[in-house]
């Protein structure tokens, strides 16, 4: 699978259109014209730099310079992403292929050693 490299802008770089098309086309399941599809392209672009902007603002807030996976799980809560009906764990498990899960979500393994270790 060839690689694909992010396109640069005056605003930053962008996603590939490959990428935002197949993610968007697996998801939405129906056929998108080029007119809505460049509107999908800017959506993403938009939603991209408010969610960097509030993690800066929640690791400032926090005093820190660095976001951490807990300003993320904060932010997703406030978009309503993350309720005590659906927690973190159960996103992961709908929605991403089991290497990634593996990788983020513990299990426990022999030795009683609980892999991958928790993050901050």
Do not use: C, W
């Given at each position: 699978?060839?690689?694909?490299?992010?396109?640069?802008?005056?605003?930053?770089?962008?996603?590939?259109?490959?990428?935002?098309?197949?993610l968007f086309s697996h998801y939405a399941q129906v056929p998108v014209s080029?007119?809505?599809?460049?509107?999908?392209?800017?959506s993403v672009s938009v939603y991209f730099k408010h969610l960097s902007n509030d993690l800066k603002a929640f690791?400032?807030?926090?005093?820190?310079?660095?976001?951490?996976?807990?300003?993320?799980?904060?932010?997703?809560?406030?978009?309503?992403?993350?309720?005590?009906?659906?927690?973190?764990?159960?996103?992961?498990?709908?929605?991403?292929?089991?290497?990634?899960?593996?990788?983020?979500?513990?299990?426990?393994?022999?030795?009683?050693?609980?892999?991958?270790?928790?993050?901050?």
């Open positions: 699978m060839p690689s694909r490299k992010a396109r640069r802008t005056k605003d930053g770089p962008e996603l590939p259109s490959s990428l935002i098309k197949n080029k007119d809505a599809f460049k509107v999908v392209e800017r690791a400032n807030h926090a005093g820190r310079k660095t976001a951490e996976p807990a300003d993320m799980e904060l932010l997703m809560r406030r978009q309503g992403l993350i309720t005590e009906k659906t927690p973190l764990n159960v996103l992961i498990e709908q929605h991403m292929p089991l290497e990634y899960r593996e990788l983020l979500l513990p299990i426990a393994t022999s030795g009683n050693k609980v892999v991958p270790p928790k993050l901050k």
